[in-house]
T-cell receptor
Framework: QKEVEQNSGPLSVPEGAIASLNCTYSDRGSQSFFWYRQYSGKSPELIMF????GDKEDGRFTAQLNKASQYVSLLIRDSQPSDSATYLCAVSRPTDSWGKLQFGAGTQVVVTP | GAVVSQHPSRVICKSGTSVKIECRSL??????MFWYRQFPKQSLMLMAT?????????EQGVEKDKFLINHASLTLSTLTVTSAHPEDSSFYIC????????????FGPGTRLTVL
């Protein structure tokens, strides 16, 4: 079992709709959860982080965390063509003191006009 | 804030040569920096953790004598790919941890290495 799992996609979303991305993780001790966006040929860009159970909203993005079920999700409201990218879920490694993150393989999102 | 730069952005070299990549935190001090490698259409793979003033720690399967890491100051870490071969061609990305006690990492723009 991979430590962090995401559907690879592509997830096709009509412009203006909600994109829903899911991520599951295996280590119950993980405390920090991040969503990064990566455009093709570019490096990842941090868009959200969440540490506590529940929802966290930032603009059109909402991160949801459920530690009991070991999943974290990202909702993108009013999806725009510029949201077309690969979204990486990253989870902290609880046994590591240096702050290493474990990344999922990413979900490719394609927003169609 | 939290800007990380990398230099060069792109490099092409001949097989057998060494290539040095610099990673700088521009507006903060980073006690910990990370080096990743990403092959086309694959996810990020952590290569090593670079800590200022101490030896880097490498992930399993990463050759420390081939990928030399030096973290000489709180704002600079370097990765040297020694005796590069075509299979080392990849996208190398560094990231920096902004605060001790926080797991947030900010990434540099990456260096695309092509070994002929």
């Amino acid at each position: 079992q991979k430590e962090v799992e995401q559907n690879s996609g592509p997830l096709s979303v009509p412009e203006g709709a909600i994109a829903s991305l899911n991520c599951t993780y295996s280590d119950r001790g993980s405390q920090s959860f991040f969503w990064y966006r990566q455009y093709s040929g570019k490096s990842p860009e941090l868009i959200m982080f969440i540490y506590s159970n529940g929802d966290k909203e930032d603009g059109r993005f909402t991160a949801q965390l459920n530690k009991a079920s070991q999943y974290v999700s990202l909702l993108i409201r009013d999806s725009q063509p510029s949201d077309s990218a690969t979204y990486l879920c990253a989870v902290s490694r609880p046994t590591d003191s240096w702050g290493k993150l474990q990344f999922g393989a990413g979900t490719q999102v394609v927003v169609t006009p | 804030g939290a800007v990380v730069s990398q230099h060069p952005s792109r490099v092409i070299c001949k097989s057998g040569t060494s290539v040095k990549i610099e990673c700088r935190s521009l507006d903060f001090q980073a006690t910990t920096m990370f080096w990743y490698r990403q092959f086309p259409k694959q996810s990020l793979m952590l290569m090593a953790t670079s800590n200022e003033g101490s030896k880097a720690t490498y992930e399993q399967g990463v050759e420390k004598d081939k990928f030399l890491i030096n973290h000489a100051s709180l704002t600079l870490s370097t990765l040297t790919v020694t005796s590069a071969h075509p299979e080392d061609s990849s996208f190398y990305i560094c990231s920096a941890r902004v605060l001790a006690g926080s797991d947030e990492q900010f990434f540099g723009p990456g260096t695309r290495l092509t070994v002929l």
